[in-house]
Nanobody, 121 residues
Framework: QVQLVESGGGLVQAGGSLRLSCAASGRTFSIYHMGWFRQAPGKEREFVVA????????YYQDSVKGRFTISRDNAKNTVYLQMNSLKPEDTAVYLC??????????????WGQGTQVTVSS
């Protein structure tokens, strides 16, 4: 089992920045990718970004390229999501996930509880 705990969400004005963290514990050696997804009210869960836990390879949704950056600290078993130039359409619950998937949420086995990000216009 892997446990994931997100932190760092909040309320920010458009154009502002937030940094999300996702701390993993348990059988972290079994992690292949860690990803961030988001879900807005009434919408499906949407892929945002993912990182290969071993080699650091990254995958980004087109709408966040150049604004969001994912990074990892293997020593701390933590993944970070730096979000800059935030837009109101970025408002959602952001969820951290771990597993073998990349962009498909069904490929992830473990999920955090989510953290709310609200961007005001």
């Amino acid at each position: 089992q892997v446990q994931l705990v997100e932190s760092g969400g909040g309320l920010v004005q458009a154009g502002g920045s937030l940094r999300l963290s996702c701390a993993a514990s348990g059988r972290t050696f079994s992690i292949y990718h860690m990803g961030w997804f988001r879900q807005a009210p009434g919408k499906e869960r949407e892929f945002v970004v993912a990182i290969n836990w071993n080699n650091g390879g990254t995958y980004y949704q087109d709408s966040v390229k150049g604004r969001f950056t994912i990074s990892r600290d293997n020593a701390k078993n933590t993944v970070y999501l730096q979000m800059n130039s935030l837009k109101p359409e970025d408002t959602a619950v952001y969820l951290c996930a771990a597993g073998r998937g990349i962009t498909d949420p069904s490929g992830y086995t473990y999920w955090g509880q989510g953290t709310q990000v609200t961007v005001s216009s």
